[in-house]
């Protein structure tokens, strides 16, 4: 099993909190971390319709039979038993005695929010990050890892990469969007999903999009939603400052696995990547999603945005921290050129508190240029703060 970034932070809140909840797409792996970090915990799994049957009959009698210390798997099927561990919690007062684990972000967190204040940590897993695999010795190019993504089943089974995302999409659709929201034209839902991931790293414009689906601007955002809290698409924000211009106020839609985004766009291999008219929406998508991917392996919130004004002019990505912006420029070109670098010179005239600017890109030299800084997209973790 491949080691998991994240596990440092699920070792310490588990010696401070009596709840820990690990949220996350479905597959990322958040069984295999509870499971590989507490290996003597009891366990189960609320998909199971007789576990689940007992605890809605009888809350109680199921928390004495999978008594604390306990992993309780997918516990958004059940979010009334929230009330109980809490209960629970506090009579005993042990620290990591709850692990649960779930894969609806926006309802979960609100759930657990209200129930557990105050007694739980959250923590969101995310698919392996290219960190995560280099440290386990696997190592791609650019449009290998673009094509096979990263969930720990491909690697850990070394199953196919398209059969994968067919299954797992196929599951999606006809599983959890149905528990989200009442989709009765799958076929239109369908139609929306491919449409998603050819506008991968663009503004979505509803109406524009539901014109081409054949559903309201009003339904467009509806399944967007639906998306988010299934850990199936994640929107970046843009940045607000005012820097004497007028700025775009929309988010930027990517898909949590660049895999599932390959599969939806039809490429069967490798070398269809590179060839493909998105490949640059693609990189950017695996780009963010390892910035985004670092920062939840670190206990942070994601914390990360874009920037674009009225004329255009835009920065990929941009980190606030301790009152500064850091921009990065994402480029999946393998041979550095200055125009990579033109918008972070742009934005550092814009305001005094752009940080050093990096350019991360598919080429191998890793340097300093200027005031910015080159870099891999393989070592892009070491800039992300």
Known sequence: MIKRKIQQELSLLAEQYPVITITGPRQSGKTTLARMQFPSYNYVNLEEPEARQLAEQDAKEFLKRYSA?????????????????????????????FVLTGSYQVELRAQVSQSLAGRTAILQLLPLSIAELSEAGVAMDRDEYIFRGFMPQLYNEEMDPHRFYRNYYMTYVERDARQLVNIRNFTAFERFIKLLAGRVGQLINLSSLGNDVGVSGGTISEWLSVLEAGYIIFRLPPYYENFGKRQTKSSKIYFTEVGLVSYLLGLETPDMVARDPLLGGLFENMVVLEALKARYNASRDAGIYFFRDSNGMEIDLLQSVNRKLYPMEIKAGRTYSKVFAANIEKFRK??????????????DAQQRIGENNLVNFKAMETVIR
Request: aromatic share 4%; no cysteine.
């Open 69 to 97: 210390p306990v992993i309780i798997d997918e516990i958004q099927r059940l979010p009334m038993l929230l009330s109980y561990i809490q209960v629970e919690s506090d009579r005993t007062k042990q620290k990591g005695a």
């Open 350 to 363: 814009l305001t005094p508190q752009a940080g050093t600017g990096t350019v991360i890109y598919s080429g």
